[in-house]
């Protein structure tokens, strides 16, 4: 794996880079059905736990109904906006509930960033699934994208935070009635994500900004870090994305469990989860310090011992949501980096 630090682009130059010609829309419905196949993932619904009426075929099914966003996305037929739009409402009539709408907002631009640089017609060099090309893929987006996004929130309810001060008009539970408030300010989608990647202004020092934002802003740092996590683990995929869960957990508050419980609650849950890491140095917070949290911290998590939490955090009724989008998501470069379920 060759990365040029110029670009952020990463040939894909390793002995196991099988996965390149493989359909891209394959790779990213796997991700969907791996990643709530891995067990223990504390907090969330597995192959071994539902929550409630949150059940485990719930994200099967929601798996097979976004096919058909994930196409469009694929396909180029679709705007991101309304690929991800046709995946929501896909997944949703499919599901009967919110089950993986935080994976679609990731997957989708991936997904369009694989294909347009395997495009030789795209104005733009063909290269690897990279940070720089999914990069560009959000910042293509445009206002049309922006009220299509808006527009998804209709067909499922999604926890989200209260908008910041002087955004009412722009609150995502407004749907479609947002739409004029966009186009007025000209809001792309890639505007929309920075506004929610951004600090409330409240001062507190233990708020959590919505993670999926931050990627879709900042050219997915978490998900392709992740994505060698578990790219050069060894063992099972659904063993590897558990491992990889507890990294992301372990090193950055959950954005959803600081939504439903608060940030305090949210740092104590990271800190929970870095204590499963094997040799990951902690900060005096108590969090796993991403700059110390290397591939082998993350490879010698304890999973057995991550069976206790994630029945303590059902328990508590701690869903890390947020990770487990980010998990998916690295799962999906994963596999275009050459991961499969083939032994």
């Known amino acids: 794996m060759t990365r040029d630090d110029a670009t952020g682009d990463v040939a894909d130059d390793s002995p196991d880079g099988r996965g390149t010609d493989r359909d891209p829309v394959d790779d990213a419905t796997l991700a969907l059905l791996l990643e709530v196949a891995g067990t223990p993932k504390p907090g969330n ?25 994930l196409e469009l996305a694929g396909s180029g037929e679709a705007s991101v906006g309304d690929a991800f739009e046709r995946a929501v409402a896909g997944m949703a009539d499919r599901a009967g509930t919110n089950t993986q709408f ?39 987006t445009t206002v049309d ?43 792309t989608l890639r505007d929309v994500m920075a506004i929610s990647a951004r600090s409330d202004g409240s001062g507190d020092p233990d708020e959590v900004p919505d993670r999926n934002a931050q990627e879709w802003v900042g050219g997915f740092p978490r998900t392709f870090r992740a994505a060698e996590w578990i790219r ?82 059902v328990d508590e009724g701690i869903n890390p949501g947020t990770t487990a989008d980010l998990t998916c998501a690295a799962l999906y470069v994963a596999l275009r980096r050459g991961a499969g379920v083939a032994p």
Do not use: K, Q
């Open 45 to 69: 619904v597995d192959r071994r736990r539902d929550l409630g009426d949150l059940r485990f075929e719930s994200f099967l099914g929601g798996a097979v109904g976004a096919r058909e966003g």
């Open 102 to 140: 935080g994976c679609l907002l990731l997957l989708v631009p991936l997904l369009r960033a694989t294909v347009a640089g395997d495009d030789p017609s795209a104005d733009r060099p063909p290269s690897s699934l990279t940070p720089a090309a999914v990069d560009r893929v959000t910042r293509e």
């Open 145 to 187: 994208d922006a009220v299509a996004f808006y527009r998804a929130f209709e067909h499922v309810d999604v926890a989200v935070a209260d908008p910041p001060a002087g955004a009412t008009d722009l609150d995502v539970r407004r749907g479609s009635d947002a739409a004029p408030a966009l186009r007025e300010r000209a809001m």
């Open 232 to 313: 050069t683990d060894t063992g099972p995929l659904t063993d590897r994305a558990a491992r990889a869960f507890l990294g992301l957990l372990a090193a950055e508050p959950d954005t959803l469990v600081a939504a439903t419980h608060g940030p305090e609650t949210a740092r104590e849950a990271s800190a929970r989860a870095a204590a499963l890491l094997d040799g990951a140095g902690i900060g005096t917070d108590g969090l796993a310090v991403a700059a110390d949290l290397d591939v082998a911290a993350v490879h010698g998590a304890d999973l057995d011992a991550a069976e206790a939490l994630a029945t303590a955090f």
